[in-house]
């Protein structure tokens, strides 16, 4: 059983930046796609981004590339969400999510691909 905790959310104005932390209970963390998945109120969960065992491979939704970066250290079991220019529209819970492996066979993209989760973290925009 993998063990997430996220932690760093907050409220920020517009233009601001949030770095969340998710810390992985796995020793083999380096084993497993990392994910962060975003959900507001009334609206689905979608993912934010993503990344592969090694950090060589990411994925990004379109709304939030060029802004985010999604990073991990495997030595310290990991994976971080640097979040620049915050907008409103940014606010929601964010999750982390961890796979072993890539259960269809390519980039884990919707969160039923996921196996693990984490309790999510508030971020709050204000404009």
């Known amino acids: 059983q993998v063990q997430l905790v996220e932690s760093g959310g907050g409220s920020v104005q517009a233009g601001g930046s949030l770095r969340l932390s998710c810390a992985a209970s796995?020793?083999?963390?380096?084993?497993?796609?990392m994910g962060w998945f975003r959900q507001a109120p009334g609206k689905e969960r979608e993912l934010v981004a993503n990344i592969n065992w090694s950090g060589g491979k990411t994925d990004y939704a379109d709304s939030v590339k060029g802004r985010f970066t999604i990073s991990r250290d495997n030595a310290k079991n990991t994976v971080y969400l640097q979040m620049n220019s915050l907008k409103p529209e940014d606010t929601a819970v964010y999750y982390c999510?961890?796979?072993?492996?890539?259960?269809?066979?390519?980039?884990?993209?919707?969160?039923?691909?996921?196996?693990?989760w984490g309790q999510g973290t508030q971020v709050t925009v204000s404009s």
């Open positions: 999510a961890a796979v072993l492996g890539t259960p269809l066979g390519g980039p884990p993209m919707v969160p039923g691909e996921y196996r693990y």
């Open positions: 796995e020793r083999t963390f380096s084993s497993y796609y």
